[in-house]
């Protein structure tokens, strides 16, 4: 398995407040993505990032925010937690971004907002 | 812009019966495409992949995908399933950046 590591695995939160996940990767891979997973919806994208400092949104990405300071390092904000946010949350990572590359995932955040 | 379908959403066997999950996407030029696959209470791990060539691909644990690119699908085969495929199958296709376009996902039950 790809080096990933998700945290938390596991978050229940009230509506209002922020919440962040983090997403660590030890193969040094260039591109990291968040993903969000509602059943009938397969994956849909948040954002994502092609290098330390340069990200971009995603299909979903109102809500959200990202930072990624460091490489191996992928943050996802809610800057004011929703119901609708109510989630799994994936982390993938990819080696070249290109549409011929495997994106391997990570083992996911189940977030509950109350 | 792209998009992937998957017909069915969830789909019950007995073990050893076919298996065939349904992709369609929706561009006509160069694609490549995915399979990846969660087992409960796991993350996606990459089934099988086509980029050119062969349009019969093959993947993991006996899986097998035919790409008909004149009927724009590309769906998933496996001869006889067994009790451990039981899993939620995404199609994807990956768009500029590697970012993925994700099916609806298919959820198979396969019952001992």
């Known amino acids: 398995d790809a080096g990933i590591t998700q945290s938390p695995r596991h978050k229940v939160t009230e509506t209002g407040t922020p919440v962040t996940l983090r997403c660590h990767q030890t193969?040094?891979?260039?591109?990291m993505y968040w993903y969000r997973q509602d059943p009938g919806h397969g994956l849909r994208l948040i954002h994502y990032s092609y290098g330390v400092k340069d990200t971009d949104k995603g299909e979903v990405s109102d809500g959200y925010s990202v930072s990624r300071s460091k490489t191996e390092d992928f943050l996802l904000t809610l800057e004011s937690a929703t119901s609708s946010q109510t989630s799994v949350y994936f982390c993938?990572?990819?080696?070249?971004?290109?549409?011929?590359?495997?994106?391997?995932f990570g083992q996911g955040t189940r977030l509950t907002v109350v | 812009a792209q998009s992937v379908s998957q017909h069915n959403h969830h789909v019950i066997l007995s073990e050893a019966a076919s298996l065939e999950l349904g992709c369609n996407y929706s561009y006509g030029g160069t694609v490549n495409l995915f399979w990846y696959v969660q087992y409960p209470g796991q993350h996606l791990q990459l089934l099988l992949k086509y980029f050119s060539g062969d349009p019969l691909v093959k993947g993991i644990k006996g899986f097998e995908a035919e790409f008909i690119k004149s009927k724009f699908s590309f769906n998933l085969r496996k001869p006889s399933v067994q009790w451990s495929d039981t899993a939620e199958y995404f199609c994807?296709?990956?768009?500029?950046?590697?970012?993925?376009?994700f099916g609806q996902g298919t959820e198979l039950s396969v019952k001992p």
């Open positions: 193969e040094n891979h260039r591109y």
């Open positions: 993938a990572i990819s080696e070249r971004g290109s549409p011929n590359t495997e994106a391997f």
């Open positions: 994807a296709v990956p768009n500029q950046g590697g970012k993925l376009i």
